[in-house]
């Protein structure tokens, strides 16, 4: 089956930095990369997502790429804001089904 | 359209009692996911099921565990007798499986404390 690693497991920046998430997959069949953001409390929402046949996305301060050759993927955000700190996680699907990494605390520092 | 839906929001019972969690997934989706979550182990896969189907369920730790979908518009997961390893968040996602669309929609959890 998937095996998805995300690195780092705790992320602290200043706030107006950029901060980068990466992840890895096992499985080459994997053609489907979500993100999700999770706050205190609430379920994880999709923030950004990118399918084997991109090789980057950008939504406003977000942005993902994708190396499919060696099965990587990162997390991008630029100009961070209070708003940001969460738990964010990336994932990775085949056909069915999702494969969660282990999140990344993400906090924003005043 | 009011997202998925899950109840209770908090659950607080007793080792070796029955618990039964509830979920509503978005109308029209097709596929439904029982997620645990918890601090050591994230977030895992339990069951899902494909037009009221069950799929896979090599996610679900035991035969304490059992969820079914009676109708494309509600799904239980249920414990019984619960444990207190059993205490996680426990998360409800629907998404359209086979219209190209792999997102998946999480409802806010249940938070399930045993003790």
């Known amino acids: 089956g998937e095996n998805v690693e995300q690195h780092p497991s705790t992320l602290s920046v200043q706030e107006g930095d950029s901060a980068v998430i990466k992840c890895t997959y096992s499985?080459?069949?994997?053609?489907?990369f979500p993100w999700y953001k999770q706050e205190l409390g609430k379920g994880p929402q999709l923030i950004i997502d990118?399918?084997?046949?991109?090789g980057e996305k950008k939504d406003q301060r977000i942005a993902v790429t994708l190396n499919k050759t060696a099965k990587h993927f990162s997390l991008h955000i630029t100009e961070t804001q209070p708003e940001d700190s969460a738990v964010y996680f990336c994932?990775?699907?085949?056909?069915?089904?999702?494969?969660f990494g282990k999140g990344t605390h993400l906090i924003i520092q005043p | 359209d009011a997202g998925v839906i899950q109840s209770p929001r908090h659950e607080v019972t007793e080792m070796g009692q029955e618990v039964t969690l509830r979920c509503k997934p978005i109308?029209?989706?097709?596929?439904l996911f029982w997620y645990r979550q918890t601090m050591m182990r994230g977030l895992e896969l339990l069951i899902y099921?494909?037009?009221?189907?069950?799929?896979?369920d090599s996610g679900m730790p035991e035969d304490r565990f059992s969820a079914k979908m009676p109708n494309a518009s509600f799904s239980t997961l249920k414990i019984q007798p619960s444990e207190p390893r059993d205490s996680a968040v426990y998360f409800c996602?629907?998404?359209?499986?086979?219209?190209?669309?792999?997102?998946?929609?999480f409802g806010p959890g249940t938070r399930l404390l045993v003790l």
């Open positions: 099921f494909n037009n009221n189907v069950p799929i896979d």
């Open positions: 990118i399918r084997s046949n991109v």
């Open positions: 994932a990775a699907s085949r056909a069915d089904g999702l494969t």
């Open positions: 996602a629907s998404t359209s499986l086979g219209a190209g669309q792999e997102t998946q929609y």
């Open positions: 109308s029209g989706h097709n596929s």
């Open positions: 499985d080459s069949a994997s053609n489907y």
